[in-house]
């Protein structure tokens, strides 16, 4: 299936903030997506049963699941939608063990195919986050050769469109010192989306979550640095999506009681929607500042320093990613956009007939 562009972002029931309250809770927010901001929606996400090799949708998300499609098209019939299978807490050895062999890859790979048709989505997304040695990925470009092979026999039988088919992959062709299958990937997949974000987290020492660039640390990971590899590995522009976060990290800079008591609310693990954090800047009347030697934002709120994208990071990644000639770009994840400035700030800069140079461009 051809695709010209992608301006895309995943949903995730369990990542919409609370209009009143700010937490986060696990209730749908589907019917509130403007999609027409969007080219491609993502529905994440989908698990793997590892005793049958099926996909399954959680009981909890099933009416969302079903309901999805029907109705983020109702506000854009032409937006695209796919479900995506995996994600960062996903069981990576039933992946690994799904992997290794035909038959299992089979057992998934009808089984997605089946919850796609469905659940009436456009493709899937394979979010496996992420092989972790040379046999795991030799066996991910088995899977994704057998998948498109599947796709395509798919198509012909039912006489309906094929599945769009993509995969959310590392910022770097080479995930702890282990190369992606690059042939693979080019042949077989419609495009990836990389991860070009959480380089560092509130368990990790302080850094910019989503940098595009880093002069001052030339080994340290970057949107900018990840693509090259990509690209020098063989992968065309058209076929990479370049990701961007709506969600922040946190750092604790205080100790003692006073940090307890001045410390700002966030997930168990640390991470804040951006709509929390624009509620925050607010009620802390904290000072937002843009780095744009890195392209990230940050802001300090009681003892806690806050990292994540604002509007101008985000407006200069698309142009990165434009003026890169890649295919397009992808956020996670929509529902924690602040009534859609960033989608739509995003969605305007890659329509834009004139892009200036983006910040950076010379490291």
């Not at 995506?84 to 992946?95: C, P, T």
């Not at 997605?112 to 992420?130: H, K």
Request: proline share 5%.
């Amino acid at each position: 299936m051809y695709t010209e562009v992608v301006k895309a972002s995943y949903w995730f029931p369990d990542g919409a903030s609370s209009p009143t309250t700010g937490s986060v809770v696990p209730q749908s927010s589907a019917v509130l997506i403007d999609s027409t901001l969007f080219t491609h929606l993502f529905c994440a996400f989908a698990d793997l049963d590892p005793q049958t090799n099926s996909v399954v949708v959680s009981g909890a998300y099933e009416q969302e699941f079903s309901n999805f499609t029907k109705i983020v098209k109702k506000k854009n019939p032409h937006v695209q939608t796919l479900l995506s299978i995996g994600g960062r807490n996903a069981d990576k050895s039933a992946f690994a063990s799904m992997a290794s062999n035909p038959t299992s890859r089979k057992s998934f790979i009808w089984s997605a195919i089946s919850s796609a048709r469905y659940y009436r989505f456009d493709g899937l997304d394979l979010a496996w986050e992420y092989p972790k040695d040379d046999v795991e990925m030799r066996n991910f470009g088995q899977l994704l050769e057998q998948w498109r092979e599947a796709i395509e026999d798919d198509a012909e039988r039912t006489e309906r469109m094929p599945l769009i088919l993509t995969a959310a992959v590392y910022y770097s062709p080479v995930y702890d010192s282990v190369s992606y299958p690059i042939r693979e990937i080019k042949n077989f997949l419609d495009w990836v989306n990389l991860i070009a974000y959480d380089f560092y987290s509130s368990s990790t020492t302080i850094g910019s979550p989503a940098a595009l660039f880093d002069p001052s640390n030339p080994k340290g990971p970057c949107g900018d640095s990840g693509l090259k590899e990509w690209i020098k590995a063989g992968l065309p522009a058209k076929k990479a999506v370049l990701g961007f976060p709506y969600v922040g990290w946190t750092w604790s800079l205080g100790s003692g009681n006073d940090a307890a008591t001045s410390r700002v609310a966030t997930s168990a693990e640390g991470s804040i929607n951006y709509d929390q954090i624009k509620r925050l800047i607010v009620d802390h009347k904290a000072r937002p500042v843009f780095d744009s030697t890195v392209v990230g934002d940050y802001c300090f709120a009681g003892t806690s320093l806050i990292g994540y994208d604002d509007h101008q990071s985000v407006v200069a990644k698309v142009k990165y990613a434009k003026q890169k000639g890649l295919l397009g770009y992808f956020s996670w994840h929509v529902g924690a956009d602040d009534n859609f400035g960033l989608s739509r700030a995003a969605s305007q800069a890659w329509d834009a007939k004139e892009t200036k140079t983006t910040s950076g461009d010379n490291h």
